[in-house]
């Protein structure tokens, strides 16, 4: 089972953007979903996190502005960008924790830039 994260693009600040990361096959008992991101020389940071039981967390620098969604039974995790900033440039990447496994996306990039 691959991750694939798709959405990225170019935004001027102040724009949006919506992150999709789909599974290609069937995740069974995910326990929790997540995004990161990597801008360049920076280390990889969480952004958002959602459980399955729909708990969500935000790294103080998005909150307010972005917000993460999850279907399971999917195999779905979104990631909704609002008011979105220069400094918010990087490549963002998801993530799912199952039972017994830990998958991970190939990232998409988010170029904020006017």
């Known amino acids: 089972v691959q991750l694939q994260a798709s959405g990225g693009g170019l935004v001027q600040p102040g724009g949006s953007l919506t992150l999709f990361c789909v599974a290609s096959g069937t995740i069974f008992s995910i326990n929790i979903m997540r995004w990161y991101r990597q801008a360049p020389g920076k280390q990889r940071e969480l952004v958002a996190q959602i459980t399955s039981g729909g708990s969500t967390n935000y790294a103080d620098a998005v909150k307010g502005r972005f917000t993460i969604s999850g279907d399971n039974a999917k195999n779905t995790v979104i990631l909704q960008m609002n008011s979105l900033k220069p400094e918010d440039t990087a490549v963002y990447s998801c993530?799912?924790?199952?039972?017994?496994?830990?998958?991970w996306g190939r990232g998409t990039q988010v170029t904020v830039s006017s």
């Open positions: 993530r799912m924790d199952s039972t017994l496994y830990t998958y």
